[in-house]
Nanobody, 119 residues
Framework: QVQIVESGGGLVQPGGSLRLSCVAS????????VGWYRQAPGKQRDLVAY???????NYTDSGKGRFSIARDNPKNTVYLQMNSLKPEDTAVYYC?????????????WGQGTQVTVSS
């Protein structure tokens, strides 16, 4: 079992930066792949970036170029650095940790953190 808590969201002006944190407890976090998703009002939840257990970072078009994902396994934390923020980045950002062992998927979500980009 993994418990996930996101933090770091808030109100920021366009062009600003935020760093989101995803802190996990309850299991060996380093064994999990971890992704950041976001969901704007009335829209589906979309993947922004994920980092594998062996620390390979991947980005979707939503996160490529402006966002950076990194993990600190001793701290059981994954970060999402977001730069040059735009109003369309406004959403609730969720952290997801998953692994597949013997064809079974272990999948955990946090409660989300709100990011609002507005002047």
């Amino acid at each position: 079992q993994v418990q996930i808590v996101e933090s770091g969201g808030g109100l920021v002006q366009p062009g600003g930066s935020l760093r989101l944190s995803c802190v996990a407890s309850g299991s060996i976090f380093s064994m999990y792949n971890v992704g950041w998703y976001r969901q704007a009002p009335g829209k589906q939840r979309d993947l922004v970036a994920y980092i594998t257990a062996d620390e390979i970072a991947n980005y979707t078009d939503s996160g490529k170029g402006r966002f950076s994902i990194a993990r600190d396994n001793p701290k059981n934390t994954v970060y999402l650095q977001m730069n040059s923020l735009k109003p369309e980045d406004t959403a609730v950002y969720y952290c997801n940790a998953w692994k597949i062992i013997n064809a079974l998927k272990y999948d955990y979500w946090g409660q989300g953190t709100q990011v609002t980009v507005s002047s």
